[in-house]
């Protein structure tokens, strides 16, 4: 099928990212966002539905892990080292294939943002800090336990002005929770 990496994130991952900025993280406009109504249909049964552990830089010695949930209505949430978060939306290109549009930001920490006393984010800080756009590809393996990933990410200032960009390779494992042979109903 053929990919639609090219395309903006639609608005349903436009208002998850204003529910996200609701908790205390802001994403700036920056030109990705459509105003029309999404087109995704459910895909409970495409295998990028879950939660993924993500090797990102497989190969290079400064490689590392994040940690993802795609949901079958197309939406995408990850934290990075712990201080990043990302939404985004992805879309069934086959059977066993998706693209993924992510839009990422660092205004808060996470730790500051689920700590038990408010913090505030400074208004300059909204407008001064760029975020990043990735747009990659999705290929899963015959289990739908594992995929590789490949596609670029641009940083962009609050205008939308690309500041800088290069290529991404990471793969992803599939995390299950497992039942603990000592938990009680």
């Known amino acids: 099928m053929?990919?639609?990496?090219?395309?903006?994130?639609?608005?349903?991952?436009a208002l998850l990212a204003i529910g996200v900025g609701a908790l205390g993280v802001h994403l700036p406009s920056i030109g990705v966002a459509s105003a029309q109504e999404s087109t995704l249909a459910p895909q409970s049964d495409h295998p990028a539905v879950g939660m993924w552990q993500w090797t990102n830089y497989?190969?290079?010695?400064?490689?590392?892990?994040?940690?993802?949930?795609?949901?079958?209505?197309?939406?995408?949430?990850?934290?990075?080292y712990g201080r990043l978060v990302s939404v985004g939306e992805w879309r069934a290109t086959g059977d066993r294939s998706a693209d993924l549009v992510i839009v990422t930001n660092e205004l808060i920490s996470l730790?500051?943002?689920?700590?038990q006393t408010h913090v505030a984010v400074p208004t300059d800080l909204y407008e001064a800090t760029p975020v990043t756009l990735w747009k990659i590809a999705l290929e899963f393996d015959e289990s739908g336990n594992h995929f590789t990933a490949t596609g670029m990410a641009e940083t962009q200032d609050a205008n939308g002005t690309v500041l800088d960009g290069h290529e991404?390779?990471?793969?992803?494992?599939?995390m299950t929770l497992a039942a603990s042979p000592t938990a009680t109903s």
Not at 4 to 13: E, K, T, V
Not at 111 to 115: G, K, P, R, S, V
Not at 168 to 174: E, L, S
Request: net charge negative; hydrophobic share 35%.
């Open 58 to 80: 497989p190969v290079e010695a400064n490689s590392d892990t994040s940690y993802a949930i795609l949901t079958a209505a197309g939406t995408y949430a990850d934290a990075w």
């Open 111 to 115: 730790a500051d943002l689920f700590a």
């Open 168 to 174: 991404y390779t990471g793969t992803g494992d599939r």
């Open 2 to 13: 053929e990919s639609n990496l090219g395309h903006g994130i639609s608005r349903r991952a």
